[in-house]
């Protein structure tokens, strides 16, 4: 498979100012396997190290952090010499190692020759249970499942793949039954890896729900083995409240839908739990459509959208004949797969989106961005034949900030003078224009 992230490692290698590597991302999204694949194209050898499998690297920061000592006890665990500028270093979960995040700070200032890459599925948790952090001393990059792009490529459709960074809406338009098959999939399958590959290989749709079922299980049992009971209980209630959310109209977060009477302190710190272990993406409400955006954050209205659009469909149970071959899939379940379709491609884009409300009445606009210089209000649509009222009436209201919407939907590209239309499945052509 080919993951974008590679060429985010690749910059990292070659920077002159690099430090140790810090990435993060949910479990099973491909860390070790990107890591490991970058460090054997990449290096001569690669010494990687589980943490958590390997009894030995329990102990591997406990006496002292003196460089040498470490790197020949990395030789002993992984039996491969460690050369700088030859070896790729992989401390994998280094969560379950004490001191071992705090490690990397004596890697950056004693031994900046070699090339240290540190991961964990919980190493979000880890920052926030009072873990010392080497602030400055390291390089941090995110991974997410794979996008619609990189699914492509995955499935064999390179060609179409090539088409988002072409100049060209025509050629997306001629091609649209076939990126219509494609997203389809997509919306079944969803970004994570295993499943995306057993996919490829087996083309067995109650397979794919399977291990989707099993990925999701893994979760809770990561819940359960990282927190106290109380705890437990209640990340799990909100995890289990995500498909109820994101089927109302409105899809902000509601405490009620989780159980009649709950109170936002009982469950803000399950949240951010969630948040901090990569399952879910909280997306804020701002009062005003303007730069900074960030300025205008209302941190108490919120959106909660899961971490893959597969994983979705299966706690949904979505089935498969209504994804892959009724005409309503865009539009069913409030669209809810489609929104969560958007902010999945524009969070692997590195994008942080927002939205808009207007309190008390039903106007919103899904998401907001921010691009350098200029905001961008966003119109997600799963139909054809549809009108953007909200994005109409806040662009006619606000003439001060003159802003030019974007609606993305289910028909071809068409540029107004006040909005672009882009289709759902040309939205990395769209963003690869704004980079």
């Not at 000592?69 to 969560?95: C, F, H, S, W, Y």
């Not at 080497?134 to 995955?154: Q, R, T």
């Not at 159980?259 to 409400?285: M, N, P, T």
């Amino acid at each position: 498979m080919e993951r974008k992230i590679i060429n985010h490692l690749l910059k990292w290698k070659n920077s002159q100012n690099r430090k140790p590597l810090l990435l993060l991302g949910a479990r099973q999204v491909g860390k070790t396997w990107a890591m490991r694949h970058f460090g054997e194209r990449e290096f001569q050898n690669v010494a990687y190290v589980n943490c958590d499998e390997q009894p030995l690297a329990k102990h591997l920061f406990d006496s002292d952090y003196d460089i040498p000592r470490i790197i020949l006890a990395i030789q002993a665990i992984t039996g491969t010499v460690v050369q700088p500028g030859k070896t790729l270093i992989i401390l994998d979960e280094l969560q379950e190692v004490p001191r071992g995040l705090n490690s990397l700070k004596y890697f950056q200032e004693n031994a900046p020759q070699y090339h240290v890459i540190a991961a964990g599925s919980l190493l979000g948790i880890t920052l926030k249970q009072g873990e010392s952090f080497p602030v400055g001393k390291i390089n941090m990059l995110h991974m997410y499942p794979m996008d619609f792009e990189e699914f492509l490529l995955a499935i064999g459709e390179e060609g179409m793949a090539k088409i988002f960074h072409q100049d060209n809406w025509e050629i997306i338009d001629i091609l649209k039954t076939k990126f219509i098959d494609t997203l389809r999939q997509y919306y079944y399958v969803g970004g994570m890896p295993e499943v995306v590959a057993n996919y490829i290989e087996q083309k067995d749709l109650t397979q794919v729900r399977v291990l989707q079922s099993e990925i999701l299980e893994t979760y809770r049992r990561d819940i359960s083995k990282h927190t106290l009971k109380r705890e437990s209980i209640l990340i799990g209630q909100v995890l289990n409240s995500l498909p109820s959310q994101l089927v109302k109209e409105n899809k902000k977060f509601i405490y009620n839908v989780i159980r009649e009477g709950a109170r936002a302190k009982s469950y803000e710190l399950a949240i951010q739990w969630l948040i901090d272990a990569g399952i879910v993406h909280k997306v804020s409400r701002v009062s005003k459509i303007e730069i900074p955006i960030k300025f205008y954050e209302d941190i108490g209205a919120f959106k909660l959208f899961l971490l893959d659009l597969g994983l979705l469909g299966c706690m949904i149970d979505a089935p498969a004949s209504l994804v892959l071959v009724s005409n309503d899939v865009f539009k069913e379940f409030k669209g809810a797969l489609t929104e969560q379709y958007v902010l999945q491609q524009l969070i692997a884009m590195g994008i942080m989106p927002y939205y808009w409300s207007k309190e008390k009445t039903p106007a919103e606009i899904d998401f907001v961005v921010q691009s350098d210089s200029h905001v961008i209000p966003i119109e997600v649509k799963a139909e054809e034949n549809v009108r953007a009222r909200s994005l109409i009436e806040y662009i006619k209201t606000h003439p001060k900030y003159p802003l030019k919407g974007l609606r993305i939907y289910m028909k071809g590209y068409k540029d107004q003078e006040w909005m672009e239309n882009i289709p759902l499945y040309g939205m990395h052509k769209y963003f690869s224009k704004e980079d």
